[in-house]
């Protein structure tokens, strides 16, 4: 296998600094025009192309954001990322987007590559809460490592609190969906949620917990279900809870998947929202636009948290030491029928 050719083979050949080879491929001023076209003679002849890390390295800030979000087939970080990518090309930045997949292993794996490319700032969505002392102290520690500005979005979690952030009130939006499913007259009212060591699932339970309780009705915690936000478990869930025993004539779903889960579970038993049960679920589904489906919804604009996010970003790259700015947006219920 041939050796790789790279900018210091350049340097010799061109008799000239690496520093002097780094300026071409920055399009430097300073760089004699003969020299420039010494350079890029070579790098033509030995069909010579630095990388996008080569690049970075040679310069002392690229103009690279890392995205890093926990679920990118979801519509939710789909439109979020949309937003991004909008506001982006404005600031003309490239952007580097990774994919945890809710683990904290891909989470770490991807922050040590941004690291490498040393990127400009970084979004970021935590895969996981980060509870441990253990693990603050090495999330943290791989944050600081980047050396550059960050913003929190969408998880607002304790050990992430020093950094800006962009994050939607659930609670507020689980708190009056159930209020509407109150007001509408149901008093038996279930919750597709997941797991309480999940801080918007804390939140979200918060919400309905407190609607309950301002209403003066009895919480049943048999009709509380936690999963884990994908449709499969979701979809198991509901099995279950669509053939209790005197079961809720009422249903707030957690997220889109957890939505979709409940309604594949509804539609097997030839049963329609509505009419056999009532449902407020967190996040559009925009197919239903499509199809006419009056599905009750927490609307969160996914696409306004983005253009926020990188707007933050881009405000704290550019004022440093300004103070430590968190901002909150308000879901809004769309509700067609109850």
């Given at each position: ?105 891909k989470d770490k794996k991807a922050l040590l590559m941004l690291k490498e490319h040393r990127v400009r700032g970084l979004l970021y969505t935590p895969a996981v809460d980060y509870t441990t002392r253990e ?183 550019a004022y440093p030491e300004r103070p430590l700015k968190q901002i909150i947006l308000t879901p809004v219920l769309r509700i067609q029928e109850l």
């Amino acid at each position: 296998m041939p050796k790789e050719f790279t900018i210091n083979d350049i340097a010799k050949e061109a008799g000239v600094s690496k520093a002097t080879v780094s300026r071409v491929l920055n399009e430097s001023a300073s760089v004699r025009t003969e020299t420039k076209e010494r350079v890029l003679e070579i790098m033509e002849k030995r069909h010579f192309s630095p990388s996008a890390t080569a690049r970075n390295l040679s310069r002392q800030s690229s103009n690279t954001i890392g995205v890093i979000v926990p679920e990118v087939d979801n519509p939710f970080f789909g439109e979020m990322l949309r937003g991004i990518t909008e506001i982006a090309d404005k600031y003309n930045y490239t952007l580097i987007c990774c994919n945890s997949d809710d683990s904290a292993d891909k989470d770490k794996k991807a922050l040590l590559m941004l690291k490498e490319h040393r990127v400009r700032g970084l979004l970021y969505t935590p895969a996981v809460d980060y509870t441990t002392r253990e693990q603050q102290r090495e999330i943290n520690k791989l944050l600081k490592d980047l050396n550059a500005p960050i913003v929190i979005m969408d998880r607002q979690t304790d050990s992430l609190e020093e950094y800006d952030g962009v994050f939607f009130d659930d609670e507020k939006g689980l708190y009056e969906a159930t209020m509407a499913l109150i007001k509408a007259g149901h008093t038996k009212i279930g919750l597709l949620n997941a797991t309480m060591d999940r801080v918007l699932a804390r939140v979200r339970y918060k919400g309905y917990e407190r609607a309950i309780h301002d209403a003066g009705i009895p919480l049943e915690k048999r009709y509380i279900f936690e999963g884990d936000y994908r449709m499969t478990k979701a979809y198991k869930l509901s099995k279950r809870l669509l053939t209790m025993e005197d079961r809720p004539t009422a249903v707030l779903t957690c997220n889109n998947r957890t939505s979709l889960g409940f309604l594949k579970a509804l539609y097997e038993r030839n049963e329609r929202l509505s009419r056999d049960i009532a449902c407020i679920g967190l996040d559009r589904i925009e197919a239903f636009d499509v199809i006419h489906n009056k599905f009750n919804y927490i609307e969160r604009d996914a696409n306004q948290m983005g253009r926020q996010a990188i707007r933050l970003l881009n405000d704290r790259i550019a004022y440093p030491e300004r103070p430590l700015k968190q901002i909150i947006l308000t879901p809004v219920l769309r509700i067609q029928e109850l």
